[in-house]
């Protein structure tokens, strides 16, 4: 990895401001993500991972304050940027694909007419080039017949012909980090395959460091080089994907991965975590938000401030018993 | 758990949330946004106006004391007196009734007859969803006005029958409403869910999608409310329907509307302040009435 | 005898200025006593229309739906509420969110077909009912008055349980129930639907797209590809010896801890059209890996392999063993 990553994210912590009450969505997260490097961010519902990347890309929504920490994207501090400045990085230098391909296109557009916007907002693309510079777009995202598929409507694609345009539409600029929020959640499992394997070469071809937001972690161990795990609004574990695997070391990433459903197990074997996850509008959370479910948990796991870790190289835990 | 164990407090209570939870609920939206409250607080009024009204107003409002015409507002008449010495503010106190009274029955009427009509179409489709189209289609070629005149022609100069035209004119409102909602739920798991539960058709339509299409339908007919109001009053001024000396707000600025130039500007205003104020109540009211109805605003 | 028989079930819809689409097309298979038959397929495939079909909520366009040797595919759909049969089918749905009404409370929702399809003497045994329902699949008391924005996923995943056995069905349905869930609360639902089965002797069939979870739970599974069968057999070896190239490229894209997407097979272009398609071409014909001029000739039809598990592909054989 280079030495100068390029996301770096530091003791974010982030809040939303609701009718019901303050919900402390994420809690001093780190996270960093090197050139050309996959990172997994993997998690369950409520874990933070997709506010995390809005939280990166500035898109949060108005009731959600940074309230303590820094982003910074390429040595820009993302956080004290103005808006002009993160335009220019939206779309061109950070692009993010979304889950539900097809509501993420405009259903009253052509999907050419979507390319064709985005390179004329971030690449400077003479008028006559623009139609072919999207038609080759479209073919090397391997979209069949590219030149019908220029004129049609996102309702005329099939979801997975819908992601392929939206990472056309993404890598359209050449970023230098693609963020894919559950790209493939709700596509069929071999379109998931041909798509994951289109971001995996599309990311090796252009060195361009991508950041796999999933709750599967089986998908998340094919194709990341990295995974963060995330629970409640906490990064609990980060490490390189095959020791993780190997040998978690955080009693909630070994819980989920028991729990994962895979060829070889029982249905009995098949593990659970009890209970919910807490309250985060609460005020008096545990230190650790997993105390209440964990069956490790120590009383200074309640009380005093999580410690760092480090039980391996590039490895970091958050716990006072990890395995 | 042993199945032979006593029925629990819980379980005995778990049929259907109590009065008293819906009273807490209802003051939990009040609160929560000072404008429904306020608006609630204007539409209480006026209802106490409506029932109370004979009791409420200081004169009787049809009693006609020519020596007294036209006088301005003063400590004795606070509204002021019309052409025919009757104070204004008893008879706007009175028209309460007669303005909620036709506005509610024609706003009821349409209701229930366009809800159920829109419901039909828009859970079974096909050739009811064409008739009952076709139907609002052809009321609405109708302006209001055309048709409560020929209704009176046809039928007679009466209140019940302006409540008739006000009701017709009304109802393709409805019935799109309706429609459009029952159409976007008519696919919902529950639905199926409901079906196989051994529901027919048409009391899954009536117990189990109508009851989640009533929150949206609040707005409409808080809204349509004072568009009622608006248009009862708007038939009495051409004349139609309400008939001096009966206190009718619409009346009462048609009445007014000859003396402004003369500079008696309060036999106009006043009845027309107080039908703006009844408009404006019931489009704020829109609102906190589907916040009520929302179950899912009960946390 | 068998719970369940599908014979030639064809369900074709019209579409207009186009033909017919084969939605389901001469789908033939069994479910028996206490078996857990899983159904797994793509988008497309025609599984939602077949659940559809089986659950009577849609009326077949040919072949027939046999209930315990009874045929009930003749009852029209819009009346077999009022049938006797009407309780032996349920089905628990996908989506809990959306397949529990809103303005119910957990208790109207599991009470609904009891009060409409059991005779109930008072409200007191209503009552009981309800919270024995309620007891076997693990659903506290005290969140019966909730409703359903007032659950949890899981919680919400058990009332939509508890209403669909609450007849006492003898098949019951279940449209990838655990899809919208997260994966620590999948595991306890699964293993509640395992411990119903063997408690109430129910026969499943088991509609999922995580081949993990059909493999876990079902002894027979059936692949679906554009309305027709193309494999079924049992569970585990159906998985791990794929005799139809459909199956093997389903199988294989499964991703998996620790595998590195070994010898993949990615189906290139799309699946073909399921409107008034060739009679005599294979439907998986363009896609597939294996296909020859013979496929364009000759639709295959559903041959036994091995015992018990059957494909529809002139090459087929018991495939090399795919690890896992």
């Avoid at chain 3, 000759?298 to 495939?319: D, I």
Wanted: hydrophobic residues 45%.
């Amino acid at each position: 990895m280079d030495a100068l990553p390029l996301l770096k994210v530091e003791n974010l912590s982030l809040e939303f401001r609701t009718r019901s009450g303050t919900v402390r969505a994420l809690e001093n997260v780190s996270l960093e993500v090197g050139k050309g490097e996959t990172v997994g961010i993997v998690g369950e519902s409520g874990s933070g991972k997709s506010v995390l990347s809005f939280a990166v890309l500035r898109i949060l929504d108005p009731a959600g304050r940074v309230t303590s920490g820094s982003i910074r994207f390429a040595g820009m501090d993302m956080l004290a940027a103005g808006e002009a400045d993160l335009q220019e990085v939206r779309g061109r230098e950070i692009a993010m694909i979304f889950q539900n391909p097809r509501t993420a296109l405009n259903p009253i557009r052509r999907v050419g007419a979507q390319i064709e916007d985005v390179l004329r907002a971030h690449a400077a693309t003479l008028r006559e080039d623009l139609k072919r510079r999207v038609i080759e777009t479209l073919a090397r995202v391997r979209i069949p017949d590219p030149e019908r598929r220029y004129a049609a409507y996102p309702f005329e694609l099939s979801g997975g012909q819908c992601q392929r345009v939206m990472i056309a539409l993404a890598l359209a600029c050449n970023p230098a980090l693609l963020i894919a929020d559950e790209p493939t959640t709700g596509l069929d499992v071999t379109t998931q395959a041909a798509i994951m394997q289109l971001v995996s070469e599309l990311a090796r071809e252009r060195h361009m460091a991508t950041i796999l937001i999933t709750h599967d972690l089986a998908l998340a161990s094919e194709h990341c080089d990295r995974i963060v795990v995330m629970h409640a609004g906490h990064v609990v574990e980060t490490s390189p994907t095959r020791l993780l695997f190997e040998r978690p070391c955080h009693p909630y990433t070994s819980r989920l991965i028991a729990s994962t459903p895979t060829p070889e197990i029982a249905i009995e074997s098949l593990a659970s975590i009890p209970g919910n996850l807490p309250d985060l509008r609460r005020a008096d959370l545990p230190s650790c938000r997993f105390y209440a479910r964990c069956d490790r948990a120590l009383d200074k796991c309640a009380a005093e401030p999580l410690p760092a870790l480090s039980p391996g190289p590039g490895r970091r835990v958050h716990c006072f018993n990890p395995l | 758990m042993d199945t032979a164990a006593p029925l629990t407090s819980a379980a005995t209570a778990a049929a259907r949330p109590g009065w008293r939870e819906t009273l807490a609920h209802v003051r939990y939206v009040a609160t929560e946004n000072p404008v429904t409250l306020g608006a609630f607080g204007l539409f209480l009024a006026f209802v106490a106006l409506a029932i109370l009204g004979p009791w409420l107003a200081p004169y009787d409002p049809l009693a006609s004391d020519t020596a007294r015409a036209l006088q301005a507002p003063s400590a004795r008449n606070w509204f002021g007196t019309d052409a025919l010495g009757r104070d204004i503010l008893s008879r706007i106190i009175v028209a309460a009734r007669l303005d909620f009274g036709i506005a509610v029955s024609a706003v009821l009427a349409s209701f229930l007859v366009g809800a159920a009509l829109g419901s039909l179409a828009g859970f079974f489709g096909g050739w009811s969803d064409r008739l009952i189209g076709r139907l609002a289609d052809t009321i609405m070629a109708f302006p209001l006005f055309v048709l409560a005149m020929g209704i009176v022609a046809a039928l007679g100069n009466t209140v019940a029958n302006i409540i008739l035209a006000t009701a017709i004119i009304n109802l393709p409102f409805y019935i799109r409403v309706a429609r459009a909602e029952v159409n976007v739920r008519r696919n919902a798991g529950y639905v199926d869910a409901a079906r196989l539960a051994g529901n027919s058709d048409l009391r899954t339509l009536a117990v189990h999608v109508f009851p989640n299409v009533l929150p949206p339908m609040m707005v409409q007919i808080s809204l349509n409310m004072g568009w009622a109001i608006l248009n009862a009053a708007g038939l009495s001024f051409i004349g139609l329907g309400v008939r001096p000396p009966e206190a009718e707000w619409g009346i009462m600025v048609a009445e007014g509307a000859t003396y402004i130039i003369s500079g008696e500007w309060w036999v106009a205003l006043f009845p027309g302040a107080t039908l703006m104020l009844a408009v404006f109540c019931f489009n704020l009211l829109g609102d906190g009435l589907r916040d009520i109805m929302d179950p899912r605003m009960r946390t | 005898m068998n719970v369940l028989d599908c014979l030639e079930l064809c369900k074709r819809f019209p579409v207009p200025r186009h033909g017919l689409l084969h939605a389901v097309d001469e789908v033939s298979f069994s479910i028996g006593q206490g078996e857990s038959v899983g159904l797994v397929g793509e988008s497309g495939c025609g599984k939602s229309t077949l659940v559809r079909l089986v659950t009577r909520m849609l009326d077949p366009t040919a072949g027939d739906i046999v209930y315990r040797g009874r045929n009930i595919g003749f009852i029209p759909a819009r009346s077999f509420a009022g049938t006797q049969f009407r309780p032996k089918i349920q089905m628990v749905f996908q989506d809990p969110a959306d397949s529990l009404n809103p303005r119910f409370t957990a208790f109207d929702a599991i009470a609904e077909p009891l009060r409409r399809l059991a005779s109930m003497g008072d409200a007191a045994e209503l009552r009981l009912q309800v919270a024995e329902a309620a007891r076997r699949v693990g659903l506290a008391e005290e969140l019966l008055p909730r409703f359903p924005h007032q659950l949890s996923g899981g919680q919400k995943a058990r009332v939509g349980i508890a209403r669909a056995i609450a007849l006492m069905p003898d098949l019951l349905v279940l449209d990838e129930p655990t899809a919208a869930l997260d994966v620590s609360v999948q595991a306890t639902i699964l293993k509640l639907l395992a411990e119903l089965k063997r408690d109430l002797g129910m026969s499943y069939l088991f509609v999922s797209h995580d081949l993990n979870v059909v493999r876990m739970l079902c002894d027979r599974v059936i692949v679906m590809y554009l309305g027709k069968i193309v494999e079924q057999g049992p569970a585990g070896e159906l998985f791990r010896r794929p005799a139809h190239p459909y199956t093997r490229a389903l199988v294989g894209a499964i991703p998996a801890i620790g595998g590195r997407r070994r010898g993949r097979e990615l189906l290139p272009g799309e699946p073909r059209s399921p409107i008034n398609p060739e009679p005599q071409v294979c439907r998986f014909y363009g896609r597939c890996p294996r296909e020859e001029e013979r496929c364009r000739r000759e639709a295959p039809p559903l041959r036994e392999v091995a015992p018990g598990h059957a494909a529809a592909c002139h090459f087929a054989t018991q495939g090399p063993r795919i690890d896992g």
